[in-house]
């Protein structure tokens, strides 16, 4: 069986839609790179190289508290960027937390001057930077709210809410969603074994399906989920 081709950064948008010129550069200037799961690959105080974007797979962005408890301030999906590594290389700055791959991941680095001069030459590269920067402002206040305001056991609901397809399944692991909520998979494998048992979910090897969601949403105002 003939494998599929690996993804390139040039079927992304808004690489694809590239006048000639752009195209050229971002040739001459993208390296991939793939790494298996759990692989570190920034941690905080280094100089980041480029500009990383994720072609397969997921990078985790997190912090790390002085007990060693780790928080998720981001994911980096399949077309997606590190906007901390852009706000390094644009302000020349160390690099601000941690990455880590949380399933097998290929990356394309663009080096800072490359994608530095595709910002200077191409609006299509301006856009995406400037709409990418934005809207993880609003992601990262989000996160801050949750984290003060919600309880482990809603933070858990509202990840499964807000991550689940339209069909209602999430494809992550107890361990990476452990990861995101900075718990352990024990803690994780507990609070959705309840929820199995209360009929609100099924869970399989590497994924959960929703069976009540209204139930899940009544955690987040501190309402008790039924089996109803």
Request: glycine share 6%.
């Amino acid at each position: 069986m003939t494998k599929p081709p690996m993804p390139d950064l040039a079927d992304f948008s808004p690489f694809r839609d590239l006048p000639p010129e752009g195209r050229r550069l971002l040739e001459r200037g993208a390296t991939s790179r793939h790494v298996p799961s759990t692989t570190p690959l920034l941690h905080k105080g280094q100089k980041a190289s480029g500009a990383y974007f994720v072609l397969e797979g997921h990078l985790r962005v997190y912090a790390l508290a002085p007990n060693g408890t780790e928080a998720t301030l981001y994911t980096i999906a399949p077309g997606e960027t590190c906007v901390f590594a852009l706000n390094s290389l644009f302000n020349d700055l160390l690099y601000p937390a941690w990455v880590q791959a949380v399933e097998p991941t290929t990356l394309a680095v663009l080096p800072a001057a490359t994608y530095r001069q595709l910002f200077a030459e191409q609006p299509l590269i301006r856009d995406f930077t400037v709409r990418t920067l934005s809207s993880l402002v609003f992601h990262l206040m989000g996160q801050l709210e949750e984290v003060h305001a919600y309880t482990l056991r809603q933070r858990l609901a509202n990840l499964l809410l807000t991550h689940a397809a339209s069909s209602g399944e999430l494809r992550m692991t107890q361990q990476q969603m452990g990861f995101h909520l900075g718990t352990t998979r024990e803690v994780v494998a507990r609070l959705l074994g309840e929820w199995v048992d209360a009929g609100l979910i099924h869970t399989r090897r590497g994924a959960t399906r929703l069976l009540d969601p209204a139930a899940l949403s009544r955690l987040l105002d501190g309402s008790a989920p039924s089996a109803d």
